[in-house]
Nanobody, 126 residues
Framework: QLQLVESGGGSVQTGGSLRLSCAAS?????MGWFRQAPGKEREGVAT????????YYGDSVKGRFTISQDNAKKTVYLQMNSLKPEDTANYYC??????????????????????WGQGTQVTVSS
């Protein structure tokens, strides 16, 4: 059973930065970050096609967030810059099953990700 452990959440002021980490027990072709704020639907933030290091982003975070990986550590990161109060949410790391298409990975849709971490809270104050 794949396990994902997130870390790095916290509280920052508007314009600040945070880096989230997600350590996986095994490698996967596609991993991603999603977020959910109270009363809102889960939103796709970013995904990475690990074999080619290709990255994909939701419109609301493009240019501000960067997803990256360290293959040796089986760890995926989410660098978040220029944070805004609307970025406040619980952030979840997710991984696909062993068979996934690039199309599904790049769609940044939670339906393609059966494995989830416990979540880490990010709070941005104005």
């Amino acid at each position: 059973q794949l396990q994902l452990v997130e870390s790095g959440g916290g509280s920052v002021q508007t314009g600040g930065s945070l880096r989230l980490s997600c350590a996986a027990s095994t490698s996967r072709l596609c991993m991603g970050w999603f977020r959910q704020a109270p009363g809102k639907e889960r939103e796709g933030v970013a995904t990475i096609w690990t074999g080619a290091d290709s990255t994909y982003y939701g419109d609301s975070v493009k240019g501000r967030f960067t997803i990256s990986q360290d293959n040796a550590k089986k760890t995926v990161y989410l660098q978040m810059n220029s944070l805004k109060p609307e970025d406040t949410a619980n952030y979840y790391c997710a991984a696909t099953g062993p068979f996934v298409s690039l199309v599904d990975c790049s769609s940044i849709k939670s339906a393609h990700f059966p494995y989830w971490g416990q979540g880490t809270q990010v709070t941005v104050s104005s």
